[in-house]
């Protein structure tokens, strides 16, 4: 998937571990990007994390894993998980279908401001790890 192609909602808050979060007062909705979900391909789990627990800004709380790998999913603010996509438990492929909405993953009452990226921001994350990777994509190629 190229930056040149990929669309962003832009009433999104980004992050650097590839999830979007929306308001939704008085909480926030949150899931992860397309992008992760291009990289990852199909998904064949989602570790939701337990409705009702406090969690710290940047805390792990659940996982994403397809056939090629497993990422953790991090808490983008301070606050309590009031709901998750239940789902997602016997279809996590739905993340893969629709990413934005369908696919979100769980919301979460914030204790604080979330700042998180905007859209012109997470396109610099994305193009950095573009940059990274590249030499190693050569070298397989090569």
Known sequence: ???DTLTLPTD????AHHQW???EDPEWRCGVTAWQ????GDMVYIGLPVVG???GAGEELGSVESGKWV???FAPVA???TSVNDALRDDPAIVNRSPYDEGWVFTIHPSEELI???VEGYLEVIRAEEAADAPRIRERTE
């Open 1 to 3: 998937m190229s930056t």
């Open 12 to 15: 999104l808050r980004y992050d």
């Open 21 to 23: 979060a929306r308001w």
């Open 37 to 40: 979900v291009e990289a990852a």
């Open 53 to 55: 627990s406090r969690i």
């Open 71 to 73: 990422s953790s999913l």
């Open 79 to 81: 606050g309590v998980i």
């Open 116 to 118: 998180g990226l905007s």
